[in-house]
């Protein structure tokens, strides 16, 4: 069963080990068939495998090596001989060759270790075994190495990490200034981000969808940044409505290392195909979600709106259902944390109250007078 986002069904989680253990599982199922219809030394027919193919990894670090010896030398490894080494050759596979040859190795086998040698080579040489898709797409999500991970990561320093600590109080001063009427709950005080999957990002949203009216600017958070005094930052407050024509307000813009994507897909020269550019967009909606998720001080203070706009182009309003449709949900979640919050802080003050003594003026009576007869 395919691992999703618990957000989003759309967004992938990261790769598991699965795969590994299928391999093992086949290693394992494949060494007890040899051992059933085994006609040789199955023992020894084992260690011949291992050294064929530890001796392919040091040939296939050879042919790396002549690469980047004689073309990468001095750029890549500033003409360090043991980066190259280290680059080019897996020591564990080294030592697995050299232990095997002592161990295992027969001068009848020498044919068959050469034969068996020269045809992974070939192979490799013409690309018949090169890495699959999947391959290269779990090394590039293992070690950070997706055009994703990089927007991303300058999406959040560059932008989020400095303007959300101060979204807040740019709404309290806007609020101020024009009075409280539009941004009752400061609850939902939040920079509402737009993710499409497509990546085709408006320059307008109100152009998108009649149902969305700008309104006004926050007022502009300005910062000394990379040597610009005053950088000016702003955000949009927008009115989204309903069927009946309700307003529902909020601060919203998109994520605009999107289009840097949707660019990048239509230029020949950066061969980044459509699919490529869907799933560059599901890992930095994944990837920008955990940085922010573990970022204290931007903490309650955004919300992701990711939608796949494939159909958008049959409905007129579909922009703006999808974002009503997220702060309604934003507005139940956000009750229900303050009902809850509510009947905790009613329980604390009964149970913190001070205890009272009844008094009365009444003489006291014993229990056989009329009063309790009665």
């Known amino acids: 069963m395919m691992q999703v986002h618990p957000d989003n069904p759309e967004i992938p989680q990261p790769r598991g080990p699965l795969e590994r253990y299928c391999a093992i599982c086949f290693g394992i199922l494949l060494l007890v068939f040899a051992w059933i219809v085994q006609t040789d030394d199955l023992v020894h027919c084992f260690e011949v495998s291992g050294l064929i193919f530890s001796f392919c990894g040091i040939l296939k670090g050879f042919c790396h090596l002549s690469e980047e010896i004689v073309y990468q030398f001095r750029p890549r490894y500033r003409s360090s001989l043991m980066k190259a080494l280290k680059a080019c050759f897996n020591w564990k596979n080294v030592c697995v060759a050299v232990f095997l040859c002592f161990v295992s190795f027969k001068p009848e086998d020498c044919t068959r270790i050469l034969a068996a040698c020269a045809c992974i080579m070939l192979f490799t040489g013409s690309q018949l075994s090169g890495p699959l898709a999947v391959e290269i797409s ?5 070690r950070k190495m997706n055009v994703a991970h990089g927007l991303a990561w300058s999406f959040y320093i560059g932008y989020l990490k400095l303007v959300l600590p101060r979204l807040k109080d740019s709404i309290q001063t806007f609020c101020d200034k024009k009075g409280n009427f539009v941004l009752k709950c400061k609850d939902t005080w939040k920079l509402h981000i ?9 320059d ?3 152009e998108e969808d009649s149902n969305i009216e700008f309104l006004d600017n926050l007022p502009d958070i300005v910062i000394d940044r990379a040597g610009v005094r005053k950088r000016v930052y702003k955000h949009s407050l927008y009115a989204v409505y309903d069927d009946a024509k309700r307003p529902h307000h909020c601060v919203l813009e998109c994520a605009t290392p999107l289009l840097s994507l949707y660019e990048m897909s239509k230029e020949s020269s950066a061969e980044f195909s459509t ?16 940085i922010l998720d573990n970022s204290r001080d931007c903490r309650n203070s955004y919300r992701f709106i990711m939608y796949d706009d494939s159909e958008a182009a049959e409905d007129p309003h579909f922009l703006s259902k999808v974002i009503l449709k997220h702060l309604q949900q934003q507005e139940k979640e956000e009750y229900s944390l303050s009902e809850g919050s509510e009947v905790q802080t009613d ?9 009272t003594l009844m008094n009365s003026n009444d003489a006291p009576c014993s229990l056989m007078s009329q009063q309790y007869t009665q």
Do not use: G, V, W
Not at 347 to 355: F, G
């Open 138 to 142: 779990a090394i590039c999500e293992n």
């Open 194 to 202: 737009l993710m499409p999957l497509s990546c085709t990002i408006p």
């Open 204 to 206: 307008k949203l109100e």
């Open 275 to 290: 699919e490529d550019r869907l799933e560059q967009a599901k890992l930095f909606y994944r990837t920008l979600k955990d």
């Open 347 to 355: 329980q604390h003050e009964a149970m913190s109250r001070d205890p």
